[in-house]
């Protein structure tokens, strides 16, 4: 085959359910994807959500490795400008110590939240969000031990080092990440379910390539897939991404319009909010691969992760199954045969 598939799950809320619940449906995911055959299995970081609980997958990924086996288990990703770069570096070179070749750290420039929770993350430290560059930087260096003699903290190490370090990969949904990610030598995940705009995507696609010959691809995509089509664009409905403009040249996008609302009144700016038609790829499995390879084919894509956002976790939990990289690619080859 020409492309692998991994999960993205953000432990989305599901109404009965205990938190204890569904964090457990999150693990048993990443179980059932191991089995299937899905290469990877990340979580994200969303903060103060009344949607999903996946707040800290510094915590969850270590479990998660711990209730699996083989399948590589990351974040999609750890939010840069909250963090020491340092203290990342150490927690993701103890996991990738204790389990070598199976940890993926995915770094992405966004808060992961409204300024809010943003204030509470930064409390008592001094940071603008504007560094993100020269965190992202000094984060790899750590983690390749090569920081320059010139630096202010030359000679600091991240232990213990792992026998096979962890891989660094920038996650990011515009031309300027990609650049960022091949200037640095990263494996680039474009992240479409945050990103509608197709000229952006075959932008950075293209910039990657150019730039970084030999990188690794990674496009996160909306997916859902039923027996049949219309069952498949039903459960999907109607997606859009909301995005807030504010005046002082951000842009952000945000689950629905009553959190873009709340965004702009706690960022304390002049803001806009505008809604678009989001991506989703919903069909039955033969029609999502042939989209899958649409764009494998169109972007040299790599690898595809799946995020699927739908409120029926039965259908959303099918769909996986439906997907399985074991049944889908098996069955490209019995018609091949």
């Known amino acids: 085959m020409g ?4 999960i993205l799950d953000q432990s989305p809320v599901i109404e009965g359910l205990s938190n204890h619940d569904i964090l ?3 693990v048993q995911l990443a179980q059932k994807a191991e089995k299937w055959g899905y290469e990877r299995f990340w979580v994200s970081e969303h903060h103060n959500s009344q949607d999903v609980l996946g707040s800290a997958p510094e915590v969850l990924i270590p479990y998660l490795l711990a209730k699996t086996n083989t399948i590589r288990i990351g974040s999609g990703g750890v939010m840069l400008q909250h963090y020491s770069p340092y203290k990342v570096a150490e927690a993701f070179q103890v996991l990738a110590t204790l389990e070598p070749g199976r940890v993926d750290l995915g770094v992405g420039k966004g808060p992961g939240g409204l300024p809010l929770s943003t204030r509470a993350l930064q409390y008592g430290t001094v940071n603008t969000g504007k560094d993100f560059e020269e965190r992202l930087t000094f984060l790899q260096q750590v983690l390749n031990g090569n920081i320059p003699a010139d630096h202010p903290l030359a000679g600091i190490q991240a232990i213990p080092k792992p026998p096979k370090q962890q891989e660094l990969i920038l996650l990011g949904a515009s031309p300027n990440s990609s650049r960022l990610a091949s200037k640095l030598g ?3 995940s474009f992240a479409r379910f945050f990103n509608s705009d197709d000229r952006s995507l075959i932008e950075a696609a293209k910039d990657y390539r150019e730039n970084h010959k030999d990188g690794h691809f990674i496009l996160a995509v909306s997916v859902i897939a039923a027996p049949t089509t219309e069952e498949a664009k039903q459960l999907a409905g109607i997606q859009q ?3 807030i403009h504010l005046a002082s040249g951000r ?3 945000l689950q629905n319009e009553e959190a873009a609302e709340k965004f702009g009144k706690e960022s304390g700016e002049e803001y806009e909010v505008k809604v678009h038609e989001a991506n989703f790829i919903a069909g039955t499995p033969a029609e999502v691969k042939e989209e899958l390879d649409r764009l494998h084919q169109q972007l040299n894509v790599d690898e595809f992760i799946i995020h699927t ?6 259908a959303r939990l099918r769909s996986f199954e439906l997907l399985s ?3 889908l690619f098996k069955e490209k080859e019995s018609v091949t045969l």
């Open 3 to 6: 492309y692998k598939i991994g």
């Open 24 to 26: 457990q449906r999150t």
């Open 186 to 188: 990263l494996t680039f």
């Open 241 to 243: 991404l909301v995005k």
């Open 251 to 253: 842009v952000l996008t």
């Open 309 to 314: 956002p739908v409120k029926d976790d039965k």
């Open 325 to 327: 990289p074991l049944s």
